[in-house]
C-alpha cells in the first residue's frame, strides 16, 4: 500500500500490499515474494505473511494482505536499500482436465 517503508533492523515491522480480483470469478492464488539484493535475503524475516496461505480473492474484491517482517541487525551496512515485491499467481484445479 505504502511505496516506501523506513525500517530500523530489529525491529518488527508492518507492511500492507494490496489485492484486487477484477475478474467475474472467485479465484485461489499464491503470492510469491522476490526480493533485492537477493544476498539480503537472509538478513528478512517474515514473521506473518499472507504469502505463507494459498489466498481466495472473491469477484471484484479488493483488500489489504498484511506482512510482519524484521531485518536483522547484521544486515550489511553497505546494504541501505532492501525492495521486497509479490507476484499473485492463481492456483487452477487440473484434475478435472482429460
Do not use: W
Not at 522476490?34 to 505473511?49: D, I, R, V
Not at 469477484?59 to 498484511?66: D, F, K, S, T, Y
Amino acid at each position: 500500500v505504502k511505496r516506501k517503508v523506513r525500517v530500523h533492523p530489529g525491529e518488527v515491522h508492518r507492511a500492507d500490499f494490496f489485492v484486487e480480483n477484477p475478474t467475474g470469478r472467485d479465484m485461489i492464488g499464491q503470492a510469491v515474494p522476490s526480493l533485492a539484493p537477493g544476498n539480503a535475503a537472509k538478513y528478512f524475516n517474515k514473521t506473518e505473511c499472507f504469502c505463507f496461505t494459498q489466498q481466495l480473492v472473491k469477484a471484484g474484491e479488493r483488500r489489504r494482505l498484511p506482512l510482519h517482517f524484521i531485518i536483522s541487525p547484521e544486515l550489511p551496512k553497505r546494504v541501505n536499500t532492501v525492495t521486497l515485491s509479490y507476484t499473485f499467481f492463481e492456483i487452477k484445479d487440473d484434475s478435472n482436465d482429460t
